[in-house]
């Protein structure tokens, strides 16, 4: 006996290299434990033999979106640093606020913004913030998947090296392997090359990757190689942090050796273009690094500077920025943003074997979209509808690890409205805090 | 006795200059008629006093959205030309099914559009199509207000501007002066001088203003400097274009010495940004028309390059893309881009004094918004959500010219199923006009 059955929907089906995409009418998906059993056409199954049965009538399903880079937890400073430089908006805004965070904080942070993705459609994120064990605990109790790093600066000292590395032993595989974690060291510019060094040999006796950001801007790239002769990206290489498997958040500052780097190592690109436009940032050279092969996946970034975690979004304004930047249209076409968002972005988050298709032996991690929305007819494109039209209020069931966890836009794991609640109060909390310091 | 109590919500008040945003709690706005009475603190009336009254608890009023430059019909062509360029967007997708086009078509299409626009808040738009007589059937229906061009090109023969002025003497002022209407011709590049001077003739006698194209990119610009010695905005002036109120779409190739010019007359620039990036053209210099005190309103422009009618995502685009192309994060603030989609906008509109703002006089275009998602959580800074977070599904109730349009969601004046069906019938239809062609 399987464990569900989605009936009658359509699912959208792209080309093995990303070059086209079409809708497959009157499919059934059948899922077994966490995993997807088939997609085959509609009735060939009976449905008495499912434990549950969706019925998705005229609902197309897709693979759920993967965030590969957010700071999820900072939902909570959304709108608090609007209209300021990248410096201004580190050093005035968010840090100050930061040291006065608490556990309990991040557990409602990850926990509310964990819901506003659900919500939209995201199925998994590659988190990387503070107080991780309490995100881990959000994070299985909301039932998404996730990639966790407990963020290091060297000036932490070497101990938080051994304390993350505890936090890895404890989460790795937890939530029956919903949870996965990485090592997760700032950036290169916050940690010299003895901290990275440390970092690795963390990485490598425990099995994980490193999530770590580089070469935000030019004027980065530029700093790096004045003060130690290197770019971030040959920081990178030279402290090992390239020989684990990584998830290198932005690049934007990259340069054509650094892809080429890049090209020999186990690596993707997080993008987060919101945040690189609202913060009047340089846009990574994304064509350039999947011409090189290296992958690119879309990510949020936090909501301190993006505003929200609709990862639709993100894969809009890749997609235009690509085009407008190169003044062809033709670039980052329909097809490839899809492939971008689902199979390139799997990749990117480590799981490529096992996320971003609807296919037998992945995991069942999946949307069912509404698209009889004013805002999509007449639905000659249903492809070009989903990168272009698309709202997060389509989606209409989640469904991660095999599990259903929101169910006509109704999330079912955990009470919406207690998180609201709680966030609000914590906050009010965290003000005084901050007023008493 | 009054028409509507608008009961107990917030209003976004910006200042006179634009510079700042606050939100105004508790409050109370009364409607006579089609135009707004006051706004002032809640519970100062009775409510038994007023024919209908809208309990607002919690929600955020603030003027709908206008439209500056649309194609509103051309929704029927969602999706149907994506990853090219403008030219072949023009001369192989869009012009070869619009010789096809019956009224029937675009009446349906302004309906289906203007549904969309309304359920994402926009309550009134410029539009520039065909067969508008049907479009202005539809926009007396729907309830939206209309600001109505009927497109012209040289090629049609001067028999056209009488015909367009005929539209124009039958339609202006109706629906009580929710529709109005310009003289419409297509472009200079497309428009001779001639033909421009004919319809400036036509536009004075009739008394409305001309909205036109002009300067769509730089290459234009070039091209038209070469065949005629004038740049497209010079041409304008030179044929007496801009002796008359203009609406100009795009002018996205203006030259410093163009925007000179345009400070001289009663014009304003519709910006429309997601076509500028999907087709990979320039973005207007949005920055250096507004403080040339040229004002600059919100587009989507046609749905065949926007794919959808969803005006906040102009807003947002405008300003992140304004942030980013001078790399500096602090241009085009949050108090800014809600002027701009306002006050501004209604002023591109040709209604600046009657629409933009919720003030005692104005015309009663208003939204109420549900700003309780959980992408809005914590609510620390509304302004900043309105801009960089709302989704149109957050738009809960639409009143224009004092008419509930939309209540919860549920549009009152048509039946949004019917649209929809018969926009796809006809479309069956129109595919195999072109079949047979």
């Known amino acids: 006996m399987s464990d569900l059955l989605i009936k009658n929907c359509s699912v959208l089906q792209l080309a093995r290299d990303g070059s086209s995409a079409e809708v497959l009418t009157d499919r059934d998906i059948l899922v077994r434990g966490n995993t997807i059993e088939t997609v085959q056409p509609t009735n060939l199954v009976n449905q008495s033999h499912f434990r ?48 006065h965070l608490t556990p309990e904080d991040v557990y409602w942070g990850m926990l509310l913004g964990a819901i506003e993705m659900i ?17 881990a605990e959000a994070v299985e109790k909301v039932g998404i998947r996730a990639n966790l790093g407990w963020a290091m600066f060297d000036w932490m000292d070497n101990s938080i090296i051994e304390q993350t590395s505890a936090f890895v032993s404890q989460w790795q595989g937890a939530a029956c392997g919903r949870i996965r974690t990485m090592m997760a060291p700032h950036a290169p510019y916050t940690c010299n090359d003895d901290f990275l060094r440390a970092t690795v040999r963390a990485a490598e006796k425990l099995g994980v990757g490193i999530h770590i950001h580089v070469s935000e801007t030019k004027q980065q790239t530029q ?30 500052g990259a340069l054509p050796e650094d892809i080429e780097i890049l090209t020999k190592y186990r690596t ?87 996320l971003g298709k609807l296919s037998s032996g992945y995991l069942a991690d999946l949307i069912l979209l509404d698209l009889e929305g004013v805002h999509h007819q007449p639905n000659h494109n249903i492809p070009a ?7 997060p209020e389509d989606v209409q069931t ?40």
């Open 398 to 437: 989640v469904i991660i690890d095999g599990q259903i966890v929101m169910r006509s836009r109704q999330i079912l794991t955990v009470d919406k409205t207690e998180a609201i609640k709680r966030v609000r109060s914590n906050l009010n909390r965290l003000a005084l805090r901050q007023k008493e310091s």
């Open 119 to 135: 919500e939209a459609g995201v199925t998994a994120v590659a988190d990387h913030y503070f107080y991780m064990d309490s995100a």
């Open 223 to 252: 700093a790096s190689r004045q003060s130690r002769g290197l770019t971030p990206i040959q920081v990178l290489e030279r402290t090992g942090v390239l020989s684990v498997p990584t998830i290198l958040a932005h690049a934007c």
């Open 52 to 99: 549950t049965c969706i019925n998705a009538n005229g609902m197309l399903a897709m693979p759920g979106l993967i965030n590969t880079h957010a700071h999820v937890p900072m939902v909570l400073f959304r709108g608090l640093a609007e209209d300021v430089s990248l410096e201004r908006w580190l050093n005035n805004c968010i840090w100050p606020i930061e040291r």
């Open 268 to 354: 993707g690109i997080a993008h987060a273009p919101k945040t690189y436009l609202k913060l009047g940032m340089d846009i990574a050279p994304v064509t350039e690094f999947r011409q090189a092969g290296v992958p690119v996946g879309l990510a949020t970034d936090g909501v301190a500077s993006n505003n929200t975690l609709n990862l639709w979004e993100s894969m809009r304004l890749l997609a235009m920025m690509q085009k407008f930047l190169q003044r062809a249209p033709e670039v980052l076409s329909v097809p490839e943003a899809l492939y971008l968002a689902t199979v390139e972005s799997a990749c990117v988050f480590g799981q490529g074997e096992q």
């Open 385 to 391: 509808n989903l990168v272009y039209s698309l709202r």
